[in-house]
Nanobody, 126 residues
Framework: QVQLVESGGGLVQAGGSLRLSCAAS????????MGWFRQAPGKEREFVAA????????SYADSVKGRFTISRDNAKNTLYLQMNNLKPEDTAVYYC???????????????????WGQGTQVTVSS
């Protein structure tokens, strides 16, 4: 079991920044990759970014490349998402997720992930 708790969401104006955090506990040593997903009102949940536990390899959705940065501190068992130059279309509930699946090519797909946090709301005003 892995428990995930997100924090750092809030209301920000367009062009602003936020940093999300996801504190992990439990069997974190078995986690291969962690990811961020988001779900906007009336839309399906979508991939945002992922990072491997050991190599720190990263991947991003095209919509956030160059604006968002995913990172992790294994000593603190914490995942981060630095979001810069936020846009109103970034408004969503953001979820962190943990995967035991050792397949990097699968890290952009939701079924790959075994555990999910409860989500944190990010609202970007225009």
């Amino acid at each position: 079991q892995v428990q995930l708790v997100e924090s750092g969401g809030g209301l920000v104006q367009a062009g602003g920044s936020l940093r999300l955090s996801c504190a992990a506990s439990g069997r974190t040593v078995s986690v291969y990759a962690m990811g961020w997903f988001r779900q906007a009102p009336g839309k399906e949940r979508e991939f945002v970014a992922a990072i491997s536990r050991t190599t720190m390899r990263t991947s991003y959705a095209d919509s956030v490349k160059g604006r968002f940065t995913i990172s992790r501190d294994n000593a603190k068992n914490t995942l981060y998402l630095q979001m810069n130059n936020l846009k109103p279309e970034d408004t969503a509930v953001y979820y962190c997720a943990a995967s035991f699946n050792p397949s990097w090519s699968a890290t952009m797909t939701q079924p790959t992930y075994d555990y999910w946090g409860q989500g944190t709301q990010v609202t970007v005003s225009s």
